[in-house]
């Protein structure tokens, strides 16, 4: 089975600075889709960024990117320029090609506190 | 865009008593899902539907049963509340497409007490 694992349980980063968030998955899949939510303290979840794996080009989208490495298995979030709003519990997900969203496997994740 | 709407926000229920959780989306997503959300874990999926009439269990189904007679409403129900239930309960929808991503409702935090 899939595995996700995010091997911070807590991060802080300053104001301004730029910070990278782990994570790693386990699967067998060539083909799959990884993704980046930010939950943050009103509880909803909302979509940061996501990569398909077939893409080498890393996905941006405005100040967060990330890095992905498909032999190494490690989907990393970096957010830069970071804001007091970038406070959240940040999960990694995973889902492979075929299945469709019922197969989305969750990390535990990372809370990201930003000090002003 | 009102997206995906759960009721209620909150809710505290003895041991054994039942619910529904109700979730409703209008972007005409095909697929649903509910999900649970325990203190520092991720998320786990309890059951999700790729479109009217048709369901099917996830990882933690158990103690749930849901139904989808539309495709904009999904709702959840607890027949038995246990004190494992209480959790943060999550309605996600999506479009088939691989590449989809969720889209979230603000969640339902139930106690049961």
């Known amino acids: 089975a899939q595995t996700v694992t995010q091997s911070q349980p807590e991060m802080s980063v300053q104001e301004a600075e730029t910070v990278t968030l782990s994570c790693t998955y386990d699967t067998s899949e060539s083909d799959y889709y990884l993704f980046w939510y930010k939950q943050p303290p009103s509880r909803q979840m909302i979509l940061v960024i996501r990569q398909e794996a077939y893409k080498q080009q890393n996905a941006t989208e405005n100040r967060f990117s990330v890095n992905f490495q498909k032999a190494a298995k490690s989907f990393s979030l970096k957010i830069s320029d970071s804001q007091l709003g970038d406070a959240a519990m940040y999960f990694c997900a995973y889902r492979p090609p075929q299945g469709g969203s019922e197969k989305l496997v969750f990390g535990k994740g990372t809370k990201l506190t930003v000090n002003p | 865009n009102a997206g995906v709407t759960q009721t209620p926000k909150f809710r505290i229920l003895k041991i054994g008593q039942s619910m529904t959780l109700q979730c409703t989306q209008d972007m005409n997503h095909n697929y649903m899902y509910w999900y649970r959300q325990d203190p520092g874990m991720g998320l786990k999926l309890i059951y999700y539907?790729?479109?009217?009439?048709?369901?099917d269990k996830g990882e933690v189904p158990n103690g749930y049963n849901v139904s989808r007679s539309t495709t904009e409403d999904f709702p959840l129900r607890l027949e038995l509340a246990a004190p494992s239930q209480t959790s943060v309960y999550f309605c996600?929808?999506?479009?088939?497409?691989?590449?989809?991503?969720?889209?979230f409702g603000n969640g339902t935090r139930l106690t049961v007490t």
């Open positions: 539907s790729v479109g009217a009439g048709i369901t």
């Open positions: 996600a929808s999506s479009y088939a497409e691989e590449n989809s991503p969720l889209h």
